[in-house]
Every structure is written in C-alpha cells, then in structure tokens.
C-alpha cells in the first residue's frame, strides 16, 4: 500500500463544474504538495501546504493536519484544467518526496 | 516554460547503446533531482544533488549513473539498459533540499529501450 493514497483515480467532468480530488496519507509530514502533469509530462508545481488553505486563481488547497488528508478543488472548471494531479508529501522526518499515483482529470465541453 | 531544459525529449536505444540525458536550470537554484515516472506508479527519486554533491541514491541500478559538475547541470548517463527501464526520465530543482521548497520540473525524456 502507497504512503499516498489519491482518489478518484480518473475523473470527467463538464466544463464549469466544481471538481474535488482527495490525498490521504499515513505518515507525519512536514509538507504536502499539489503538482499537475499535463500530457507530454511537464510537471507544474500547483501548491505546497504544511496547514490550512490556499488559493491561486480557480484552484483551492487545503489540508488537515490531524486527520492525514487533502483537498485540491479546481473551481469553475474548464477544458484546459484537463491532466493528472498529483499529491506528493514529504515526511518530517525525511527530505524526499512521496508521491501519490495520481488523479486523471478530463474536463469536456 | 519552468526554467528547466531537458534534452533529448525522446530516446530510443538497444540495450547495448550507451547515451546520456541532459538537464539544464536557469532558476539559480542549489538542487537538482532525476525521477523515473513509469506507467500507472508514482513518481520515483533516482537521485538528488545539493550544492553538487550526490546525497541520495534510491537504490537505483549501475546502469544509471548520474553526473553533476555544477549547480546548473545534471546529467544521467546510460549504459545497458533493460527493457523494464523505458519510462519518462524527469529532471527538476529547488532552491533547497527537496519536500521543503517548491519543485521545478523540466519537460522530460521519453526514453524507450528495445
């Protein structure tokens, strides 16, 4: 079993629905992070949270700390949001990064 | 445009060729990093340099041999490669040692190995 569970796997959606990918994970961390992967592989870093919210544009980040689990909300969503999200956390006790398979987000007009 | 530079973007080899993959940053950043994403697993850490020295090794075959002569520079040199290692090769940096600054990825190599 992954440290880093991610859910759903795949997901379609309508353009301008209100999207929510989850991160579960069962270390203690000092950071969480939001990364996605558009097709042809380049990797953009979307959010590093250790607590709390944050918000950049239409997408939203959250976390809880106690309960081990994340939140990546993508607001109005649109065709271009369409790739893979992935959560990656790094344990505090460690520097390197563990990483979630991935959530495949197809947004369609 | 993420300030990291891979090259070759594709590569196809025997597995008795032996080439090299190229990373460039242009960010200023002291750490570079090569994964290995293979289909349908996550994202693996091959190996980190800080301030030019190698301080991790995931356990990752010989064949695979990384080299760092500076901060801006990261090179993974390949030689007899296996099959099981096609895989999109991954090049990113950070201003520190990773999990605790933002990472910057490079578009990636996507290597095939016949």
């Known amino acids: 079993k992954n440290e880093v569970e991610q859910s759903p796997q795949n997901l379609t959606a309508q353009e301008g629905e209100f999207i929510t990918i989850n991160c579960s994970y069962s270390v203690g961390i000092s950071a969480l992070h939001w990364l996605q992967q558009h097709p042809g592989g380049g990797i953009v870093s979307l959010f590093m949270l250790s607590s709390g919210k944050k918000k950049h544009g239409r997408l939203i980040a959250t976390i809880n700390i106690q309960e081990k689990h994340s939140s990546l909300h993508i607001t109005a969503s649109h065709p271009r949001d369409s790739a893979v999200y992935i959560c990656a956390v790094n344990p505090g006790t460690a520097s390197k990064l563990t990483f979630g398979t991935g959530t495949r987000l197809q947004v369609t007009l | 445009e993420t300030g990291v530079t891979q090259t070759p973007r594709h590569l196809v080899m025997g597995m008795t060729n032996k080439k090299s993959l190229k990373c460039e940053q242009h960010?200023?950043?002291?750490?570079m990093y090569w994964y290995k994403q293979s289909a349908k697993k996550p994202l693996e850490l091959m190996f980190v340099?800080?301030?030019?020295?190698?301080?991790e090794n995931n356990s990752v075959p010989s064949r695979f041999s990384p080299e760092c002569p500076n901060s801006s520079h990261l090179f993974l040199h390949l030689h007899t490669l296996q099959p099981e290692d096609s895989a999109l090769y991954l090049c990113?940096?950070?201003?520190?040692?990773?999990?605790?600054?933002?990472?910057?990825f490079g578009p990636g190599t996507r290597l095939t190995v016949t």
């Open positions: 340099y800080s301030l030019e020295e190698r301080v």
């Open positions: 960010l200023g950043h002291n750490a």
């Open positions: 990113a940096s950070s201003q520190g040692r990773q999990g605790y600054y933002e990472q910057y």
